[in-house]
């Protein structure tokens, strides 16, 4: 799977855009880029995938670059409740047994 | 209600004592996963299956075992041969790329 690297903590101004970033410079061909994330002892709650066109649901929107070796999600109106740690996971998932591997992910504060 | 359960949330035990958390899921997904999560870290995959009566290693599968004998259910034993125990359980399902994560199961080896 190829690595990601993202910012480990941001803050966010309630009901303003919160843009979180992830560099995937190795990712290949087949990989999709994920992005989960986990409210303080929960478990993780998927957000949103894409392979290389921009992705929108009611959630969030997912941009990644034209050589894909970067992306950023997009919450559109951060509330308080999105306070959250933020994982960008890139992975080929059914090539690769449904396996996503989570590294530190983002701490996004949303303030009010 | 269609979801993943874990029990318990909170589970205590003493070490060199072998413990069995349980992870049921009623949403018909044939892939199920176990993780595991120490604080500020991100989640580390233990073992995972893909459909019944099969399963395959993760990156830290060292002192634990797994079973799955049915497709709702997907059990993770710590062995007493796992050095460091205590941590968050996570256990999750997948269908069409995206993975369903339960509630967890903090366990805590005294």
């Known amino acids: 799977d190829a690595k990601t690297t993202q910012p480990p903590s941001m803050d966010c101004a309630e009901g303003r855009a919160a843009n979180l970033p992830c560099n995937h410079s190795t990712i290949s061909g087949n990989e999709y880029v994920y992005w989960y994330r986990q409210i303080h002892s929960q478990g993780p709650q998927y957000i949103i995938h894409g392979l290389k066109n921009n992705e929108t649901n009611e959630m969030a929107s997912l941009i990644i670059t034209e050589d894909r070796k970067s992306s950023t999600l997009i919450l559109p109106h951060a509330t308080l409740r999105d306070t959250a740690v933020y994982y960008c996971?890139?992975?080929?998932?059914?090539?690769?047994?449904?396996?996503?591997?989570f590294g530190q992910g983002t701490e996004l504060s949303v303030k009010p | 209600d269609g979801g993943i359960t874990q029990s318990p949330k909170y589970l205590f035990r003493k070490e060199g004592q072998n413990v069995t958390l349980s992870c049921e899921q009623n949403?018909?997904?044939?892939?199920m996963y176990w993780y595991r999560q120490d604080p500020g870290q991100g989640l580390r995959l233990i073992y995972y299956s893909q459909i019944v009566n099969d399963f395959q290693k993760g990156d830290i599968a060292e002192g634990y075992s797994v079973s799955r004998e049915k497709k709702e259910s997907f059990p993770l034993t710590v062995t007493s041969a796992q050095k460091n125990p205590t941590a968050f359980y996570l256990c999750?399902?997948?269908?069409?790329?995206?993975?369903?994560f339960g509630p967890g199961t903090r366990l805590t080896v005294l």
């Open positions: 999750a399902s997948s269908i069409n790329n995206e993975q369903f």
């Open positions: 996971i890139v992975s080929g998932f059914y090539n690769q047994g449904g396996k996503l591997i």
């Open positions: 949403l018909n997904h044939d892939a």
